[in-house]
C-alpha cells in the first residue's frame, strides 16, 4: 500500500495578513488627523475632581516643572555615594 503524499501547507511569514481577515469594508479612523503629535496621558479617576480638563493638568506640571528648575543643582556632575567613599 503505497502512502499519498501531505499536502504541505503554505510558510506564512508572522507579520503578513491571514487569509481569514477581511478588510474589504475597513476605513480610516476618522480621529486620527485630530491626535496627531498628541501625547495621551490617563489620569487616574480619583484626580480627574482636581484636574477636570488638559489646561489643568498642564498649568500643574508647568508650575512644577519650574520647581524643579529651580531646586535642580548647578553643577554638571555630583559625586555618587559610592565615588565619595572611595576618595576617604
Same mark, same amino acid.
Given at each position: 500500500?503505497?502512502?499519498?503524499? +501531505?499536502k504541505r501547507l503554505p510558510?506564512? /511569514?508572522?507579520?503578513?495578513?491571514?487569509?481569514?481577515?477581511?478588510? @474589504?469594508?475597513?476605513?480610516?479612523?476618522?480621529? =486620527?488627523? @485630530?491626535? /496627531?503629535?498628541?501625547?495621551?496621558?490617563?489620569?487616574?479617576?480619583?484626580?480627574?475632581?482636581?484636574?477636570?480638563?488638559?489646561?489643568?493638568?498642564?498649568?500643574?506640571? *508647568?508650575?512644577?516643572?519650574?520647581?524643579? *528648575?529651580?531646586?535642580?543643582?548647578?553643577?554638571?556632575?555630583?559625586?555618587?555615594? *559610592?565615588?565619595? +567613599? +572611595? =576618595? *576617604?
Amino acid at each position: 500500500m503505497k502512502k499519498t503524499p +501531505r499536502k504541505r501547507l503554505p510558510v506564512i /511569514a508572522p507579520d503578513d495578513i491571514l487569509p481569514e481577515y477581511d478588510f @474589504s469594508r475597513g476605513r480610516r479612523n476618522p480621529y =486620527a488627523d @485630530s491626535l /496627531a503629535g498628541a501625547q495621551i496621558v490617563v489620569v487616574d479617576p480619583d484626580l480627574t475632581a482636581v484636574f477636570p480638563d488638559a489646561a489643568a493638568v498642564n498649568e500643574a506640571l *508647568r508650575a512644577l516643572a519650574g520647581i524643579i *528648575r529651580r531646586k535642580r543643582p548647578t553643577t554638571t556632575s555630583k559625586p555618587t555615594t *559610592r565615588t565619595a +567613599r +572611595r =576618595a *576617604r
